[in-house]
């Protein structure tokens, strides 16, 4: 009789990384499809953005407030906070 061998999951496939926010939808599976399908989204966008800010060098911009930022209530902020770190 031949014994059957335990398939190691993690052998085989592509390792998937936790998506953060989905944790919601995979308690309630009822939950709205299209919500889901959002997240999904978002949360890999996310994932894609830190994976890319990782691999390339930052570059801050040259102006006061040291943001990107076109609009007042942004450079607002920025200079506000940079204020607040001393």
């Not at 599976?29 to 994976?51: F, K, M, N, T, W």
């Not at 990782?54 to 200079?79: K, M, Y």
Request: aromatic letters at 6%.
């Amino acid at each position: 009789m031949a014994r059957s061998k335990k398939i190691d999951d993690k052998k085989f496939g592509p390792a998937y990384p936790t998506l953060a926010g989905l944790d919601r939808y995979r308690r309630n599976p009822d939950a709205d499809r299209h919500a889901y399908g959002q997240a999904v989204l978002s949360a890999i966008r996310a994932l894609q953005a830190r994976e890319l800010a990782r691999e390339l060098p930052s570059h801050p911009c040259p102006c006061a407030s040291g943001v990107w930022a076109s609009d007042g209530q942004e450079i607002l902020r920025a200079v506000r906070a940079q204020n607040r770190r001393g």
